[in-house]
């Protein structure tokens, strides 16, 4: 017996079966490409994503005949939504929450939601990045769109539904709209009515490892499943990979290196409503129950992702042709000292707490004898600077931080993880399975199944730890000389990169 965790992601989907011991039996990536038609705009091709998940989920299937797989899950991205009919048909691309249309709802919008009383009900300060602009954008600019969608799903609900499951979604996704209510876990009607949107056109949300469907005749054949395989009800990524690395306690926070860098703490009670707004802090529901989870990030790894696809054009076709890992060989060159290269790492928009949008990217210290090495490790830098300027002002709200569990893709390098420990001056924990968001899901399909009967019965079985990374006492005191200097750069130049 096995379990499928399927993971979505904003440039890649991973399907990957664990044994019930949380060994990985089989895995398989897909990669895909944001569409960017036009300055902006920000989408996933609906149909092309749905066909990579397909070919992920084969990939895995062929490989585990052996241990037949008896149910699945899926986390995934959080804000953005599919457009479908109730007979799943799909119906447009899904705008992603750093597509920049919606903006012009704003204003209106922060006349009509109250704050404070926003982050009450939903736990959310409002933004253009979450669900709720994007829907006004549909049913504004695009009304026969908006009008035929049946639902709008996100990505975990609509691989889930379009596997054969009845249309749910989970309370950490339901919570990324800005139009669900925390504490009463359903959508508010009174945020639906005073926005002028359709709840109906929302599924209905239950929690994470809630039994959501089986996997239909039809694609079973076409996936090599079983038509029994049971659809558990997954979670937001950042949820998923936090119970995927064992993150399931207060003082506990997962440090999540994918598209986005995302350092997900979790806690048991909600905290001081005007302490989180201050510092742009989310409250939202872990998929573990009776916990909460809060998000401080960044798109570090697309800027990683942005310097492989622009210094590193021929390795990175070689490292194709040859199967290697083209992360591995550019972080191997970057130098043991801190980079002469400052970043300001706002090349998207930004996250808390200032989500940033109206900046751009910034290098200072470039020089004809720099290495494309020292750019690496400036963009590495940067991205624990801004994360680290948001940790340092945690305790303030009652959140604390004792644990740090690193997962995704960036967590598999030695180097990275140790720059990390360095500029924050804390032991990082790396467990056996990087690939967290995947385990995550497992764990919520054997939950659903009923093979574990709680989540702390799953970590137990399937989370295994690998490697701690203390910090380099001098390594420490040079990091935070630079940071020091990282921090004027913002102040210095943030009217000017408005303007520009």
Known sequence: ???????????????????????????????????????????????????????????????????????????????????????????????????????????????????????????????????????????????????????????????SFMLGADPFVDYSLANRTLLFDLDQTCWSDELFRLVGLDCTKLPMPV?????????????ADELGLLSSVVIVAGAHDQCASALGCGVIREGQAMYGMGTYICITPVFGQRKNPAQMISLGLNTEH???????????????????????????????????????????????????????VLVLPHFAPTGPPEFISDSSGVMIGLKLDTKREDILKGILEGTMYYLKECIDALPATGISIDDFRAVGGGSKSDAWLQICADIMNRPIIRPAITEAGALGAAILAGIGKGIFPNAQAGVEMMVKLEHKFEPDKVQVVRYAQRYEKYRQIWPLMQHFLKRL
């Open 1 to 159: 017996m096995s379990l499928l965790g399927i993971d979505v992601g904003t440039t890649g989907c991973k399907a990957v079966v664990f044994s019930l011991e949380g060994k990985l039996l089989a895995s398989a990536y897909e990669e895909y490409d944001v569409q960017r038609i036009q300055p902006g705009y920000a989408v996933l091709d609906t149909v092309r994503v749905w066909e990579k998940v397909k070919t992920a989920i084969r990939g895995v299937t062929i490989l585990s005949k052996v241990d037949p797989i008896q149910a699945l899950s899926v986390s995934s991205l959080g804000e953005a939504l599919v457009p479908v009919t109730h007979n799943r048909q799909m119906l447009g691309s899904s705008l992603l929450n750093f597509d920049q249309r919606g903006n012009e709802f704003l204003p209106e919008l922060s006349n009509i939601l109250d704050s404070e009383h926003l982050y009450h009900v939903n736990g959310n300060t409002l933004g253009n990045h979450y669900s709720l602009t994007k829907l006004l954008w549909l049913k504004t600019y695009q009304p026969k769109l908006y009008e035929s969608t049946d639902y709008f799903l996100h990505w975990s609900g609509f691989v």
């Open 207 to 219: 929690p994470s490892g809630t039994v959501i469907g089986e996997v239909s005749s039809r694609i």
């Open 286 to 340: 872990h998929a573990v129950p009776g916990l909460y989870a809060s998000f401080i990030y960044n798109p570090g790894g697309s800027l990683v992702k942005w310097y492989r696809d622009t210094f590193a054009v021929v390795e990175k076709k070689l490292a194709l042709d040859t199967g290697r890992d083209i992360y591995a060989d550019l972080i191997s060159e970057i130098p043991q000292q801190p980079s002469e």
